[in-house]
């Protein structure tokens, strides 16, 4: 199942505390896709969840906004 975040105009550290909050709630398998226009938010969010094991991938979707992919394995 996948789960969105938008969180397009929150500056760091906002939506890896969204991601924190929602991986509360996913199951094994699960993907959450965040949006956001920071490249630092996505970046950290990477590093977190690597640290943790998840696997994530980041892609650059249009000018400036990117989608991060988080997969609960």
């Given at each position: 199942?996948?789960?969105?975040?938008?969180?397009?105009?929150?500056?760091?550290?906002?939506?890896?505390?969204?991601v924190e909050e929602k991986?509360?709630?996913?199951?094994?398998?699960?993907?959450?896709?965040?949006?956001?226009?920071?490249?630092?938010?996505?970046?950290?969010?990477?590093?977190?969840?690597?640290?943790?094991?998840?696997?994530?991938?980041?892609?650059?979707?249009?000018?400036?906004?990117?989608?991060v992919y988080i997969k609960?394995?």
């Amino acid at each position: 199942m996948k789960h969105f975040i938008n969180s397009v105009g929150d500056i760091c550290p906002v939506p890896l505390f969204k991601v924190e909050e929602k991986l509360k709630n996913i199951q094994k398998g699960d993907v959450i896709v965040l949006d956001t226009d920071h490249s630092c938010a996505a970046i950290n969010i990477k590093n977190e969840m690597s640290k943790k094991g998840f696997k994530v991938k980041i892609k650059e979707i249009d000018n400036g906004i990117w989608q991060v992919y988080i997969k609960k394995s």
